[in-house]
């Protein structure tokens, strides 16, 4: 698995589509690592890390889970 920060995310979640669209606003593509939890080592590793909630960020140390935090967490990039 890759060193980047992890965003955890489902195509059809309208919190997960905004921070997609703050990531790649922001150039952020290659700097985090999209998993998508309809694949099921993705929502395995969400789950692994703690969390539920969409959209979640897993930074190596942390899970940043829900939009704002998210959102906060990309902006700080």
């Given at each position: ?5 992890q ?20 150039g952020?593509?290659g700097?985090v ?18 969390g ?8 190596g ?13 990309l902006?700080?990039?």
């Amino acid at each position: 698995m890759s060193d980047l920060p992890q965003l955890f995310h489902a195509i059809a979640d309208e919190p997960s589509a905004r921070a997609r669209a703050r990531l790649v606003e922001r150039g952020l593509e290659g700097r985090v690592q999209f998993r998508n939890v309809f694949y099921e080592e993705a929502a395995a590793a969400l789950r692994a890390h703690g969390g539920a909630a969409l959209p979640a960020i897993w930074d190596g140390a942390k899970l940043h889970e829900g939009e704002a935090a998210v959102l906060a967490f990309l902006d700080a990039l």
